[in-house]
């Protein structure tokens, strides 16, 4: 792909321009195959057996004969009736939100506040990353004693400032178990966005900001007129990640709740671990696993779109 | 794989050469060892002393039978879905040792074949222990102990509220667990959370008040869950027990925390050295004098329906000799299956003798259920939370957890 001076100077620009285009979407592909052959054996066909999964009736009997009846899409429709199920939806959206809507804004927040260095601000940053390397396993365990009624250090320091009078049952109440797991999952969360607002904060043209200032923009105009806009791309890409890792979430809230008290943290991951592997009911495990994936896969192509058009944009 | 049965009483000379000339064979993966006397087991002792404890177990009936055994041991919530994965790809180990409520599901699937088709003796064995691993009025399992529930009590807070003797009604149970409570400890801790331990130590209360978990919204267990969200209303048990697992009830109880405990005999190794002195008595029925109704747990042999089941029988019906079984049940706290070494093992493990007697009202979770039994059990156990932490009322709860297990 080499453009030479021939190219340039041709009288027939369009069809040099076609061919040029079609090799610019053909060269991309080969180079690609290979990612491509790993995608389809790695991820495509866990996927597909999922699906397939999702038709059948699966029993432990299975296992051994191989034998599944087909039952078309019964286990989806079952699920539908499924009070447990609309109900896990729902507290699904509710985590996914929730956590989202508190990742990001904090994350923003620090971003912004580690932006203009102060001393120590990088060793301070670098610590504000912590939650991010640590094991899940680890994070919800010590939120577990974090939270614990009795014993807690939450319930202990709240009593200590006499904030509150009566310990908060934070994960042994059902009113409290659900906000006890979004705090614990924004936690785990905050690092990922503030670290990537940060680079795109650094990245950002000075001059512009720096017009901005002089034409007399007060920085909460700056934040939400300049940073923000110029920031969008990067908040599409923080946003889609977040949401596909939300909705999934299942080692954090099974070590913190195990779905309860009453289902009260019970999201469409740790039923599907229900259904599975307690239940042994595959079909049904694997039919919402598999609405998971149609659930990640609208906010994907909804994060491919935006960055398109980005990208179109930039061209221009 | 039937042709070389019996090799477990050839000299050790024959065996090698069956050896080398199975080596000839070397197209038929894994066929060289398996034929040559070679069982493949899987289990879940992973933790240090389980483990030890079921590699000297099979040590004595290695040498006894010259059966080798090749052992795999994987965490307990992995045991079943390691099995299925290992059925799926041909490569099933001969023996499982599994808790008894999976004996259900993998007998459904034909992962497992009856115990009597393989002809192992069950001679001499607890009946009702026997009927715990039964399914569709076969037995699957030759479990050689089995460990259960009582109540465990710290005797220093027991005299300090001046209690003589420990509970052995519903009533006494209540009113010394408000007796015992005071700041910063409970009267009594059991796990209540939200996976199948929860379930397991309820059912000692459903079970003994006459109810069962084949009709979740029975007036009995209706009257159960109302009687021990009680005990929480009364402030003798955390609200916390939603959260709690087996070792976190535990650890409440042997820090001081809790003055009695609804607990496993598992627990005996770890509490030995505990700096609280306790004792162990049977779990209170709802009136005097009754047997209480307990679950068992504990580990169960099962013969997968690929195994040779000649070595099978040969390697089984070792561990199932009076001193084996003995010698199990003490190196691993269970109470042993068959009456014949009881006199023996009470003599020789006194702390254990609470949890033999109730043994005899051994229950099981799943011969009745069967596959259905982990629904029931979530939906059960989803129930019981709601009512502990007064959210619902027991009747609905458990009118919408039947609803929820029959599908309806």
């Keep these: ?316 | 794989m039937t042709s070389n049965r019996g090799q477990s009483a050839m000299p050790i000379g024959r065996r090698l050469l069956l050896l080398s000339v199975s080596a000839l064979a070397a197209t038929l993966p894994m066929a060289g060892f398996a034929q040559a006397a070679t069982l493949t087991t899987i289990d879940y002792a992973t933790e240090s002393s389980g483990n030890a404890m079921m590699n000297n177990m099979m040590k004595v009936c290695s040498d006894q039978t010259g059966i080798t055994i090749d052992r795999q041991a994987v965490p307990y919530p992995e045991l079943v879905q390691k099995v299925l994965q290992a059925a799926s790809s041909n490569s099933l180990p001969d023996l499982i040792l599994m808790d008894n409520s999976d004996a259900a599901q993998l007998a459904d699937g034909g992962i497992i074949v009856p115990i009597t088709d393989v002809g192992v003796d069950l001679t001499g064995f607890n009946p009702s222990i026997i009927q715990v691993g039964a399914y569709k009025g076969k037995d699957y399992t030759m479990q050689a102990g089995v460990n259960t529930l009582a109540l465990w009590y710290n005797t220093d807070m027991f005299k300090a509220a001046g209690i003589a003797n420990p509970p052995t009604t519903w009533e006494e149970l209540k009113a010394d667990a408000k007796k015992l409570t005071s700041k910063g400890v409970y009267g009594l801790s059991f796990p209540a959370v939200a996976t199948e331990e929860g379930t397991f130590h309820a059912s000692p209360f459903i079970w003994s008040n006459g109810g069962d978990f084949q009709t979740l919204n029975s007036p009995q267990n209706v009257e159960t869950l109302n009687y021990i969200a009680g005990l929480l209303k009364d402030g003798s048990v955390s609200k916390s027990v939603v959260t709690w697992a087996g070792d976190d009830a535990n650890d409440q109880f042997i820090s001081g925390r809790a003055a009695m405990m609804i607990g496993g005999s598992w627990h005996l190794k770890n509490n030995e050295k505990a700096s609280i002195h306790y004792n162990i008595v049977s779990i209170p029925t709802p009136k005097a004098g009754e047997q209480v109704k307990v679950p068992v747990g504990g580990e169960a042999w099962a013969v997968s329906a690929t195994a040779d089941k000649g070595n099978a029988k040969t390697f089984l019906d070792c561990l199932a000799q009076d001193p084996v079984v003995l010698k199990w049940a003490e190196s691993g706290n269970y109470v042993p299956s068959k009456a014949s070494v009881l006199d023996q093992f009470r003599k020789d493990v006194p702390d254990m003798v609470p949890f033999i007697g109730s043994t005899a009202g051994a229950v099981s979770r799943t011969s009745v259920l069967g596959i259905a039994y982990p629904k029931y059990s979530a939906a059960f156990s989803a129930a019981m939370q709601a009512v502990l932490l007064g959210t619902k009322d027991a009747k609905a709860a458990l009118d919408e957890a039947e609803a929820a297990a029959t599908g309806k």
């Design chain 1, 1 to 316: 792909m080499v453009l030479t001076v021939d190219t340039i100077k041709a009288p027939d620009t369009t069809r040099v321009r076609r061919k040029f285009n079609l090799r610019r979407r053909l060269v991309p592909f080969t180079f690609m195959a290979p990612a491509i052959v790993f995608l389809i054996v790695m991820f495509g066909y866990p996927l597909f057996y999922n699906l397939e999964m999702s038709l059948q009736h699966v029993t432990v009997g299975t296992f051994l004969t191989g034998i599944a009846p087909f039952v078309g899409f019964d286990n989806y429709t079952d699920l539908l009736s499924d009070p447990l199920f609309i109900s896990s939806l729902q507290r699904t959206a509710i985590f996914t939100v929730l956590s989202i809507v508190g990742q990001m804004s904090i994350g923003m927040g620090l971003a912004l506040f580690f932006w203009r260095a102060f001393p120590f601000s990088t060793a301070i940053r670098a610590m504000m990353l912590v939650p991010w390397l640590l094991p899940l396993v680890v994070s919800a365990t010590i939120f577990r004693w974090i939270f614990d009624l009795d014993a807690g250090v939450l319930n202990y320091l709240l009593e200590t400032l006499n904030i509150i009078q009566d310990p908060i049952p934070w994960i042994t109440s059902v009113d409290y178990a659900m906000p006890a797991t979004i705090i614990t999952n924004i936690w785990v969360g905050i690092p990922f966005s503030m670290a990537v607002f940060y680079s795109g904060l650094q990245s950002l043209p000075k001059e512009i900001l720096e017009a901005a200032h002089l034409d007399g923009a007060t920085s909460w105009q700056r934040f939400w007129r300049v940073i923000l806009p110029m920031l969008a791309p990067l908040t599409g890409v923080v946003f889609t990640l977040s949401v596909t890792y939300t909705v999934k979430v299942f080692d954090l809230i099974y070590i913190l709740t195990a779905g309860g008290p009453a289902n009260a943290t019970q999201t469409l991951a740790t039923y599907a671990y229900q259904l599975s592997f307690r239940n042994l009911d595959w079909g049904h495990g694997a039919a919402i696993g598999n609405i998971l994936v149609v659930i990640s896969l609208c906010f994907a192509v909804f994060y491919l779109r935006s960055f398109k058009k980005s990208l179109a944009a930039e061209d221009v």
